[in-house]
């Protein structure tokens, strides 16, 4: 896909990093489309939330959403570079306290991260406000994150400081979805496609168990063994998957109008 952003777009204080790579262009470019996609499947909450992804080729920094825009506003220009200790290298504004206490650390402690999205996503949200375990394993959907979640049971308020985002961190551990209870959620993934479709079918998997839940009737839980079976089948493509979810997501971005790589 042919990206409009180019390097003339980006600020002066750049300095030893390379943010005009065509590496770091398209990872803007998509992280630009998955903040707009969020927004038009309604995964979006105001000016809040926050998307990041490590500028490649760098490990101690990262592409956020400015603070203050809805992420249907936010183009590729528009992001953000931070590094790891708060300091905005290269773009207008700042990010949301937040984010930097959310996603530095992840980051920081958790090189396999490339992208990190926290959203509060209503469906998926919802789950986190009951009792028990939040993702039940009824549905094909669900299977795709099968003993791949984590669940924070202790919320602690605003993440307003690096110690409540190195909590965040821990309790993440080894998963790539943590069910944050009380709050939201966090997915993250060793690359953009593979985050952006995480966060797609996570919200599915928790609208259709929602559902099933208020039709009031027993739920019919898979067979452990069969889930473990389609897991490994689902994860065995889902790189391949991911890829041409986000592609096909952009190209319907493009005949919708959006100029999200500009």
Sequence with gaps: ?????????????????NLDSLAAIEARVELAACLQLAALHGMEEGICNHFSAMVPGHDDVFFVNPFGY????????????????????????TPEATAFFIHAPLHQQQP??????????????????????????????????YGRTAVDEDYNGLALDVR??????????????????NHGV???????????????????????????????????????????????QMREGDPASARAHLDSAMRRLKRLGSHFDQ
């Excluded at 809805?70 to 290269?90: K, M, P, R, W, Y």
Aim: glycine share 8%.
């Design 1 to 17: 896909m042919a990206h409009t952003f180019t390097p003339s777009s980006l600020g002066p204080r750049a300095g030893r990093f």
């Design 70 to 93: 809805a992420f249907e506003e936010i183009t590729a220009s528009q992001l953000l570079v931070c590094d790891l200790h708060g300091n905005v290298i290269d773009g207008n504004g």
């Design 112 to 145: 396999r991260i490339k992208a990190a999205f926290h959203t509060h996503m209503p469906n998926a949200t919802a789950l986190c406000l009951l009792q028990g375990p939040p993702l039940l394993w009824l549905g094909q959907t669900a299977l795709k994150f």
């Design 164 to 181: 409540e985002g190195q909590r965040i961190a821990a309790a993440l551990g080894d998963a790539d979805i943590l069910f944050l209870k």
């Design 186 to 232: 966090m997915v993250v993934a060793p690359n953009i496609a593979e985050a952006w479709d995480d966060l797609y079918y996570l919200e599915r998997a928790a609208q259709v168990q929602l559902k099933a839940m208020a039709s009031g009737r027993p739920l019919k839980p898979i067979d452990p063994a069969v889930a473990q079976l389609a897991y490994e």
